[in-house]
């Protein structure tokens, strides 16, 4: 007897262009300042959309590619299921809303600018964005453990990376560039053995 699958396991895919173009307004409402970990929740955790593997997979892509990491990540997401349709879909569903309620904020904030609560409230969510992305941080580091390069090796050039941008204060196109490269031909090497 064959074992029925796990619902959980079953894999989705957006319904339509529409639905692409919902899913990622609602994305970009409700990580307002910190989107990427909303998109890793719900793509892949709630939706299924994505395994946490792919969403990794095009989070590099996206990461590479020249703008904001999550609004290239909406253009690989909806180009993988629709095309170019799609990714029209998914970019417009990411910007739209986001971009009315930007101009109307920046109107409030004109009058309002000079208010210590409102430089207390801006501070506050400076440092909820920076733990979001933290905690994505956290969830993603879990993929590399099936990662071909071990992990002492990653974190390893991690923290490098780090001490060249914060404290040597060395352009992030040299340090990505030079450990980026490093650890892509390393992998590549591992992955042809």
């Known amino acids: 007897m064959i074992p029925e699958d796990n619902p959980a396991d079953i894999r989705r895919r957006p319904q339509s262009l529409a639905d692409l173009f919902f899913s990622f307004t609602i994305l970009a409402l409700q990580g307002f300042g910190g989107v990427l970990a909303v998109v890793q929740r719900e793509l892949v955790e709630r939706k299924r959309w994505l395994t946490q593997e792919e969403f990794t997979e095009e989070l590099a892509v996206a990461q590479v590619m020249p703008g904001p990491n999550v609004v290239?990540?909406?253009?690989?997401?909806?180009?993988?299921?629709?095309?170019?349709?799609?990714?029209?879909?998914?970019?417009?569903?990411?910007?739209?809303?986001?971009?009315?309620?930007?101009?109307?904020?920046?109107?409030?904030?004109?009058?309002?600018?000079?208010?210590?609560?409102?430089?207390?409230?801006?501070?506050?969510m400076a440092a909820v964005s920076a733990g979001m992305i933290a905690a994505t941080g956290v969830k993603l580091a879990a993929s590399l453990k099936r990662h071909p390069l071990p992990l002492a090796f990653g974190l390893g050039i991690s923290v490098?990376?780090?001490?060249?941008?914060?404290?040597?204060?060395?352009?992030?196109?040299?340090?990505?560039?030079g450990l980026g490269g490093l650890c892509c031909l390393l992998t590549y090497r591992r992955l042809n053995r």
């Open 72 to 124: 290239n990540l909406s253009l690989v997401i909806g180009a993988r299921y629709f095309g170019m349709p799609g990714a029209a879909a998914a970019l417009a569903g990411m910007l739209a809303i986001p971009l009315l309620l930007i101009i109307a904020l920046a109107l409030v904030h004109s009058q309002f600018a000079d208010h210590p609560g409102v430089a207390g409230a801006l501070r506050g």
């Open 160 to 177: 490098l990376a780090v001490v060249l941008l914060v404290w040597l204060r060395l352009p992030l196109l040299y340090v990505l560039g």
